[in-house]
């Protein structure tokens, strides 16, 4: 094997008890490229991740820290090509090496695709929290008529697949530069002119000038319990909220903080560890608790 076609291994430390939730949030890598090395009787493990190219190591680099270097050993099973995933009956999402290589979508009915790098680090659809979220979108009408906001929008799926599904007010918000450089560039890929507002800013401190009729939130559980009320105040009467990244211990806490603010729980669905809630403000009923001064522009 030559050195260049030696694959990359990115590693770095992480808590003992948070070895599970690391190999959860690394799931889009595939099966077999996840290593745990326990470290003795100490609370940290070294987690390895054995990638193909060098882009992806340097999207985990961006987004966790960690180290990079060339792998010397004889590993060299390839993470295997992933497939288009068919959302609802109305949605696909296909590696964009698929289009790269000049291949045609498969989508049945002429439905539209959505074009995202298999590899990357922020999310193609194929994790549980991810995945929940999107089939019940497509499951939703009159996105073209909707404002939506798409909160922690890591590779911009979730917006891009609303602008997909109809919607053309949307706005993307995320802590990190590096990803909303990717979303943009995701963006770019599927279609041919830019309409997201990809905004650097969380949930704490962003502020929305008017409801919107859709939000989405594939975040954490301390997140959404300290943004309830501004996630509340931000839904137009009859808004749908779609939340997911919560562990199924932890749905019941969020049903209930998200019903203190008058919205009312619509769905569940659970998928392994993992659930999706979808709430729906009642009509003609606004939050008082969290006004809406006005920051972001139509």
């Known amino acids: 094997m030559t050195d260049s076609a030696l694959p990359w291994v990115w590693s770095r430390l992480v ?17 077999g490229s996840l290593v745990l090395h326990r470290l ?22 961006d987004r966790y820290g960690g180290k990079l270097r060339k792998d010397t050993s004889a590993w060299s099973a390839a993470t295997p090509r992933s497939k288009p995933l068919r959302i609802g009956g109305k949605l696909w999402i296909v590696p964009e090496a698929e289009r790269s290589l000049g291949k045609k979508a498969a989508s049945p009915g002429g439905l539209p695709s959505l074009f995202i790098p298999a590899g990357m680090a922020f999310g193609t659809g194929r994790h549980a929290t991810t995945g929940m979220i999107l089939r019940e979108m497509v499951t939703i009408p009159d996105w073209h008529k909707s404002r939506t906001l798409d909160i922690g929008t890591g590779s911009g799926i979730l917006a891009l697949a609303a602008r997909k599904l109809g919607a053309t007010r949307i706005w993307a918000l995320d802590t990190d530069p590096s990803a909303l450089a990717v979303a943009r560039r995701n963006e770019e890929a599927n279609f041919p002119s830019a309409a997201i507002r990809w905004v650097k800013a969380d949930l704490a401190r962003w502020r929305a000038a ?38 199924r211990e932890q749905a019941s806490e969020i049903e209930a903080r998200f019903a203190q603010e008058g919205l009312l729980l619509q769905r569940r669905k659970r998928r392994g560890k993992w659930t999706m809630l979808c709430f729906r403000a009642p009509p003609h009923c606004h939050s008082a608790k969290a006004p809406l001064p006005s920051s972001d522009r139509d």
Not at 42 to 61: F, I, K, N, Q, W
């Open 15 to 31: 808590p003992a008890k948070m070895a599970d939730c690391w190999v959860e949030r690394l799931h889009f890598l595939g099966p």
């Open 210 to 247: 008017k409801p919107f009729d859709r939000i989405v939130a594939n975040l954490y559980l301390m997140p959404l319990l300290q943004g309830a009320a501004r996630l509340a105040a931000w839904l137009a009467p009859e808004g749908v909220l779609l939340v997911s990244g919560l562990l």
């Open 40 to 61: 003795g009787s100490r609370p940290t493990v070294r987690l390895e991740a054995y990638l193909p190219d060098l882009s992806t190591g340097r999207e985990l680099l």
